[in-house]
């Protein structure tokens, strides 16, 4: 076996373009790494204007132009023990060792969407299954996925599942106009996470609560065109929402937000709704847990496995069920509170430490054997 610290080289490219949950697990697991140098090392593959920062705490940074140019030959430079790839696939590949994280399958789940993009995925991950020595799965459900539709033997696959970080208490008031209380899912507006199915559930509620419960869709998406904001005045402790004029099931999509003004959206909202279709984790769920926040989920895919018996869960698609589902954690005090306490309970079963010192216990085991 190698003595420590082990050399990590990451392909890093994405790190500051990502925002989602991917972009959250590479960024916990570099944050605890650099904290780590006794037992790993870390050498960042990253694009030009990440060069500038955090010289001062990693090892070396390489920029996209000089890989883009010298690619296996710089990173043969390095001599890493291993390279590991977080993003889904591999455009590249180096001679060393090679390690990917898989956080779902979808361009083999979907691949009629966007063909030639899906093409170019695919080819992503076929190359990963043939370069790579062992392949992290961030599910049980994604390890399935992996050999299901990847010519990879399950022995090559380890799951790690993510973590979330505890949530602090909320630090503002909330003032709504336009609502009473919210209804929160977070999230690309992309097909397969089905806000069409909770649009649709919203307007399905009773008439009492339709016209006071608003929904609020924070992530990557175009921002509601027709009036509407999201607005957090640390200075006041308040975070402020305003719902556009609606008849019924009022609805903000607030485009990306910020971490604080995210994290007060999860504390804040009478319940977080998932009706996605297909997960490899779902780490909003455990966030919006963390927070305290009632979950309300479809049964797809990896999700009974995060959220386990802390959700209430609707078959995926069913919008009458949802709108069912929602009411009753809208309505039913007790049922909430006891989701809320059940989920913050939940929450705590995942932490990125656990997830950082797992995955550094894949590596060191994939390193020895390579040494063998």
Do not use: C
């Amino acid at each position: 076996m190698r003595n420590l610290p082990v050399h990590v080289a990451v392909d890093a490219a994405n790190l500051t373009r990502d925002r989602r949950g991917i972009g959250r697990y590479v960024r916990a697991m570099l944050t605890r790494w650099l904290e780590q140098r006794d037992v790993v090392r870390i050498t960042l593959l990253v694009p030009d204007v990440l060069v500038g920062q955090a010289r001062t705490r990693l090892t070396r940074i390489l920029s996209r132009d000089e890989l883009a140019v010298r690619r296996r030959n710089a990173v043969r430079s390095l001599a890493p023990d291993l390279v590991w790839y977080p993003w889904n696939g591999m455009t590249w590949t180096s001679p060393f060792v090679n390690i990917a994280t898989v956080h779902d399958v979808w361009p083999f789940v979907s691949p009629a969407a966007a063909p030639a993009t899906r093409r170019r995925e695919q080819t992503s991950y076929l190359t990963m299954a043939a370069q790579t020595r062992a392949i992290i799965a961030n599910s049980h459900f994604t390890q399935m996925e992996i050999t299901r539709y990847l010519p990879v033997p399950e022995s090559r696959v380890h799951v790690v599942h993510m973590g979330v970080d505890p949530a602090p208490s909320a630090a503002t008031s909330v003032q709504l106009h336009g609502a009473e209380r919210y209804v929160l899912a977070v999230g690309e507006d992309e097909p397969r996470k089905n806000f069409a199915t909770l649009r649709r559930a919203m307007t399905l509620l009773p008439e009492s609560l339709r016209r006071t419960t608003g929904l609020v869709i924070a992530g990557r998406s175009r921002p509601s065109p027709d009036g509407g904001r999201v607005a957090l005045r640390e200075s006041r402790r308040e975070l402020t929402i305003e719902f556009p004029g609606a008849e019924s099931a009022p609805t903000l999509v607030t485009g990306e937000v910020s971490d604080a003004v995210l994290g007060e959206l999860y504390a804040h909202a009478a319940v977080f709704a998932f009706p996605s279709i297909y997960e490899g984790f779902g780490l909003v769920v455990l966030e919006a847990m963390a927070h305290g926040t009632p979950v309300v989920a479809s049964d797809a895919a990896s999700i009974p496995e995060v959220a386990g018996d802390a959700a209430l869960y609707f078959p995926a698609g069913d919008a009458d069920a949802l709108a069912h589902t929602l009411l009753q954690a809208i309505t039913d005090e007790n049922a909430a509170a006891a989701l809320a306490a059940a989920g913050k309970i939940r929450a705590r079963e995942f932490s990125w430490d656990r997830t950082a010192r797992n995955t550094l216990e894949v590596f060191s085991r994939v390193i020895a054997g390579a040494g063998a």
